[in-house]
T-cell receptor
Framework: KQEVTQIPAALSVPEGENLVLNCSFT??????LQWFRQDPGKGLTSLLL?????REQTSGRLNASLDKSSGRSTLYIAASQPGDSATYLC???????????FGAGTILRVKS | SAVISQKPSRDICQRGTSLTIQCQVD?????MFWYRQQPGQSLTLIAT?????????ESGFVIDKFPISRPNLTFSTLTVSNMSPEDSSIYLC???????????????FGPGTRLTVL
């Protein structure tokens, strides 16, 4: 059974800092990995998707990497801003399936 | 990307009643899913809504409690039946948007329905 763990559970940083969020998964037979952002009381916004054959994806100040063999992904946020404050969720999709298995999330607070 | 709307956005219901949540997508999609997010927890898949056939439920979820309809490629409903306070959660609809030959298979989520059961 796939299990996804995110570390840290919560993070508070001053504006302008670069930061890294970590995601690990127990079964390396994945189809892809997706990073989402969730604002309080809202739905999920897809940030980045990495296929199992890829090593990283970039979008603006966000960079996500994937090391499938070791079961790890990181989300790097450069020059953090207060608007980045949200819960960040990592989800993996198993090879041959459609179901996303989510981590518990990292609650990020960027202080101005 | 797909634009997804859900109705209602939130509701407060009495124990023993049922609530039907609607999910509307602005384009035809192959896959539609229903997730639950209990307070303080992450998302759990309830079922895959199949167009023209019965939904496929995950372990721990049953059709009698969470009947699902999907009459076409842009619309689905989830009913939460005979509700109890333990059903208080955010219910989210998601869709899979296959883009091009490579098939990015990104899943997009609706804004969610916040349900409180008294």
């Amino acid at each position: 059974k796939q299990e996804v763990t995110q570390i840290p559970a919560a993070l508070s940083v001053p504006e302008g800092e670069n930061l890294v969020l970590n995601c690990s998964f127990t079964d390396s037979a994945i189809y892809n990995l997706q990073w989402f952002r969730q604002d309080p009381g809202k739905g999920l916004t897809s940030l980045l998707l990495i296929q199992s054959s890829q090593r990283e994806q970039t979008s603006g100040r966000l960079n996500a990497s994937l090391d499938k063999s070791s079961g790890r992904s990181t989300l790097y946020i450069a020059a953090s801003q207060p608007g980045d404050s949200a819960t960040y969720l990592c989800a993996v999709r198993a090879a041959g399936g459609n179901k996303l298995v989510f981590g518990a999330g990292t609650i990020l607070r960027v202080k101005s | 990307s797909a634009v997804i709307s859900q109705k209602p956005s939130r509701d407060i219901c009495q124990r023993g009643t049922s609530l039907t949540i609607q999910c509307q997508v602005d384009s035809q999609v192959t896959m539609m899913f229903w997730y639950r997010q209990q307070p303080g927890q992450s998302l759990t898949l309830i079922a895959t809504a199949n167009q023209g056939s019965e939904a496929t439920y995950e372990s721990g979820f049953v059709i009698d409690k969470f009947p699902i309809s999907r009459p076409n490629l842009t619309f689905s409903t989830l009913t939460v039946s005979n509700m109890s306070p333990e059903d208080s959660s955010i219910y989210l609809c998601s869709v899979e948007d296959r883009v091009g030959v490579t098939g990015t298979d990104t899943q997009y989520f609706g804004p969610g329905t916040r349900l409180t059961v008294l």
